[in-house]
C-alpha cells in the first residue's frame, strides 16, 4: 500500500536520524503483548524546515506487511499550518496478533524528491530511505484465573442485552441481542454459549462495528439469538455473563446484563415428547447382541509369521551357493572345457563360450546379434559397462574367426576365459539383492510391525451389555454412553463401535453415528450393513476421506505370506536343481503388491489423520475467531487435518476447500 503522508506538523527537534533533512524512524509499542491485544504500529517522518520549503510534492511511503496478525490503520489528526522548526509526521497502525510467538515487521520505504537547484526547471534527485525493523512479541493469557466461559476475548468490554420484543405467544420466535462494546478489536470476540430452559434458542447473525481514536481501535459487537418459547406465562430471560481478559489489569473479568422479563401468551406450538423427538424412525436400527472379539491386525501371532517371512529366502540363497561348489565326477562345464585349453579352432571356442555365457546369464548369442545387443543384454544383467563391451568385441572376433578359420585360437580362448569370469562375478548379483532387500522390507513391514491382537476386557463385556439393556428399553442416551465405555475397553471390536453409532443415531446425534460406523467399518471393510447406514447420513460417505475401500487386512496378509513362500520355495527348488530361478518372481512380486494391500489396509482402519465434524460453524482464513468467515462443513462430514496449531486445526474439504476449524468442535476418527 502506497501512501500520502498526512499526519500532525509539530515544532519539535527529531530524535531520529537525517538523511539530507529527512529522518525515518519505525517503532512499535508495547513490543511484548497478549493475543487479542493491541500492538501500536508508528512510522514518523521528520522533516526539516529549509527541505519542507525545497519539496514539490509530499514524501511517499510504503508500509510493510504485517503477516499473521490483523491490521488496521488509525485515524491522522488534521495537521495545523506548518510552524518555523522541524515537522513531524506520523502513520499508525493497530496489529492484533493471533497466536502466540515471535513477529518481525519489515523496514518501511520512504520516497521523496529535491530539486537539484532552486531553478523552477531544475531536474530532481529521487531519495529513498529505509527504517527499522521491529519486533512484536505474543504471548498467552494466564491460565491461572481463568473462567471456564472465556472464549479467547481480549481488550475491556461491557455488555447489555435487548429484545425486540416484551411480549410473546409460545411458537412464535423473538430476537434477544447481546452487544458487547468497549476498547479492543471487535472482530475477535467469540459467540457466548446460551441456553434458556423455556426456549428453543437457535443462534442468528454477528454484526461488527469498528471504530478508533488516533492511538487505539475500539467497536462493538452484536450477537442475535431466535428465542422460541415453548411455555406460556411471566418468563425472564437470564442474566448473560461475557468473560474477557483484560490486558491491562493483566486479569480476567466477566461483564454481565441485567435479566428481562419477558410475558408469554398462550400459542398454537404442540409439545412433542423428548424422546420422541430424538428418534430417528419408526423402527430403531438392530445392533449386535455380542462382541465380535479384537479385530486382528495382521495373522495370528504376528512376530513369528514375520520372521518367517524374513527367513523365506535362505533356501534360495543355500541352493545359489551349493550350485557354485564344484562337485566331484561330473560333466565339465563349458567354462571349465575352456579352461582346460583342449579347443583348436575358432568355431569350437564361439560354441563353448555361447554356451557358459547362457549357462551363467540366460544370454543366447544366437538372439543378440545386432550391433550393440550383446552388451545392452548384459548391462540388464547387471554387468559393468567395460566388461558389456569386451564381450561384444570378443563375440565379434570369434564370429569373424569361425568364418575366416584363421589361427589365434589360445588367444581367443585366454579372452574368452577372462570375459567369462568377470560377467560370472558381475551379473545379475547386484539386482538380487536390491530384490531380497526390498521383497524383506515390505513384506516384513506388512507383516511384522503390527501389534498383536489383544483379548476381550471384562469392562467391555460389562458394558456392551448395559448398553443392550438401555437400548431394548430406547434410552438412547444411555445406550450411547455405555456402548461407547464398551468401544473405548476394546477399540478393535467392530461391533462395540456399530452399536454405538447405532445408539447415536437413535439419540439424533449425527455426528458421532458417523464416528461409531467409521471406525466399524474401518475394521471390518466388507460389512455392506454398516455402508447402508452411513447412507442415511447427509454428508457423503462414500467419497474423499469418508471412502472406506473393502480391503480386508487378514486375508490380504494371509495372501501375501503365501506368495512369498511359495514364490520363493519354487526359486529355492529350482535352483537346487542348477535351473534358472527367474520364475520365481512370478509369486515374489504378486506377494509384494498384495502385502503392500494389506499395509495400506491396515494404516485405513486407523484412520489416521482424519476428524469428524462434530459442530457446524464456518471455516476460518486465520486460527482465530476474528478471522474471515468461509464455507460451512457438514455434521458428520469426514475431513482430514493438514497442520494443527494449538486449539486449532486446518483442515481439508471436497472441492479443495480449506481453513481452520476449532479442535473442539471435531471427533478425532483414530482409535489410539
Not at 160 to 175: E, I, K, N
Not at 278 to 289: E, F, G, I, N, S
Not at 405 to 414: P, T, Y
Request: proline share 8%; net charge positive.
Amino acid at each position: 500500500m502506497v501512501a500520502v503522508l498526512v499526519a500532525a506538523a509539530i515544532a519539535v527537534p527529531s530524535a531520529s536520524a537525517h538523511a539530507q533533512g529527512v529522518g525515518f524512524r519505525a517503532r512499535v509499542s508495547p513490543d511484548t503483548v497478549y493475543v487479542g491485544q493491541q500492538a501500536s504500529y508508528e512510522l514518523t517522518v521528520t522533516i526539516a524546515a529549509d527541505v519542507r520549503q525545497r519539496l514539490r510534492r509530499n514524501p511517499q511511503f510504503v508500509a510493510p506487511e504485517a503477516r499473521s496478525m490483523l491490521a488496521y490503520d488509525l485515524p491522522t489528526p488534521k495537521a495545523p499550518a506548518p510552524g518555523e522548526g522541524t515537522e513531524v509526521h506520523v502513520f499508525r497502525r493497530a496489529l492484533f496478533p493471533l497466536t502466540a510467538g515471535r513477529y518481525s515487521i519489515a523496514p518501511a520505504q520512504l520516497s521523496f524528491a529535491l530539486p537539484q537547484s532552486p531553478s523552477f526547471f531544475s531536474r530532481e534527485d529521487e531519495r529513498t530511505l529505509r527504517s527499522e525493523g521491529v519486533t512484536v512479541v505474543a504471548i498467552e493469557p494466564p491460565v491461572a484465573g481463568r473462567p471456564a466461559e472465556w472464549g479467547g476475548a481480549v481488550g475491556r468490554w461491557r455488555a447489555r442485552a435487548r429484545l425486540d420484543s416484551q411480549s410473546a405467544r409460545v411458537g412464535d420466535p423473538f430476537v434477544l441481542t447481546l452487544r458487547v462494546e468497549g476498547v479492543g478489536n471487535a472482530t475477535l470476540l467469540p459467540r457466548p454459549e446460551l441456553a434458556i430452559p423455556w426456549a428453543i434458542v437457535v443462534a442468528e447473525d454477528e454484526r461488527v462495528v469498528l471504530d478508533s481514536t488516533p492511538t487505539t481501535l475500539r467497536g462493538s459487537k452484536e450477537f442475535a439469538w431466535l428465542v422460541t418459547p415453548k411455555d406460556a406465562g411471566t418468563r425472564q430471560v437470564p442474566s448473560l455473563s461475557y468473560a474477557f481478559f483484560d490486558p491491562e489489569a493483566r486479569r480476567y473479568e466477566i461483564a454481565r446484563t441485567a435479566p428481562i422479563a419477558v410475558e408469554v401468551r398462550p400459542g398454537d406450538l404442540v409439545t412433542i415428547p423428548p424422546r420422541a423427538l430424538a428418534a430417528r424412525d419408526a423402527t430403531p436400527l438392530t445392533v449386535h447382541a455380542e462382541l465380535a472379539g479384537a479385530t486382528p491386525v495382521t495373522l495370528p501371532a504376528a512376530p513369528v509369521w514375520g520372521w518367517l517371512a524374513l527367513l523365506a529366502p535362505i533356501p534360495w540363497l543355500v541352493a545359489r551357493w551349493r550350485s557354485r561348489r564344484p562337485r566331484g565326477k561330473r560333466p565339465a562345464t563349458p567354462a571349465e572345457r575352456l579352461r582346460e585349453g583342449t579347443s583348436v579352432v575358432p568355431g569350437e571356442v564361439r560354441a563353448l563360450f555361447d554356451a557358459a555365457l547362457r549357462e551363467r546369464t540366460g544370454i543366447a548369442l544366437e538372439r543378440v546379434t545386432g550391433p550393440g545387443a550383446l552388451a545392452a543384454a548384459l548391462r540388464r544383467e547387471g554387468v559393468t559397462p567395460e566388461v558389456a563391451g569386451d564381450a561384444e568385441r570378443l563375440r565379434d572376433a570369434l564370429d569373424a574367426g569361425a568364418y575366416a578359420r584363421a589361427g589365434g585360437v589360445a588367444e581367443l580362448r585366454a579372452r574368452a576365459r577372462t570375459v567369462l569370469d568377470r560377467v560370472g562375478n558381475e551379473a545379475r548379483r547386484r539386482a538380487s539383492v536390491l530384490l531380497l532387500t526390498l521383497a524383506t522390507a515390505v513384506l516384513g513391514g506388512a507383516l511384522g510391525c503390527a501389534p498383536d491382537p489383544t483379548n476381550t476386557s471384562r469392562d467391555a463385556m460389562t458394558a456392551f451389555a448395559e448398553g443392550q439393556t438401555a437400548y431394548a428399553g430406547q434410552d438412547w442416551g444411555r445406550a450411547r454412553d455405555a456402548f461407547l465405555r464398551a468401544a473405548n475397553a476394546a477399540p478393535r471390536d467392530a461391533n462395540a463401535w456399530a452399536n454405538f453409532g447405532s445408539a447415536s443415531w437413535q439419540a439424533a446425534d449425527t455426528a458421532a453415528a458417523v464416528l461409531g460406523w467409521q471406525r466399524a467399518l474401518r475394521l471390518d471393510p466388507l460389512d455392506a450393513g454398516l455402508r447402508a447406514r452411513l447412507a442415511r447420513v447427509r454428508a457423503p460417505q462414500t467419497r474423499g476421506p469418508a471412502r472406506v475401500w473393502p480391503l480386508p487386512t487378514l486375508p490380504l496378509a494371509i495372501a501375501a505370506l503365501t506368495l512369498w513362500l511359495l514364490g520363493w520355495a519354487w526359486s529355492a527348488r529350482r535352483r537346487w536343481r542348477r535351473a534358472t530361478a527367474r520364475r520365481g518372481a512370478l509369486l515374489i512380486v504378486p506377494g509384494v503388491l498384495v502385502g503392500g494391500l494389506a499395509g495400506f489396509a491396515e494404516w485405513q482402519s486407523r484412520g489416521m489423520d482424519l476428524v469428524v465434524i462434530a459442530t457446524p460453524v464456518p471455516l476460518r482464513s486465520l486460527p482465530a475467531l476474528g478471522a474471515e468467515a468461509g464455507s460451512v462443513p457438514l455434521i458428520g462430514e469426514v475431513v482430514r487435518v493438514r497442520e494443527s496449531r494449538g486449539v486449532w486445526l486446518r483442515i481439508e474439504l471436497e472441492a479443495g476447500r480449506e481453513g481452520w476449524y476449532p479442535a473442539e468442535r471435531t471427533y478425532p476418527l483414530a482409535r489410539e
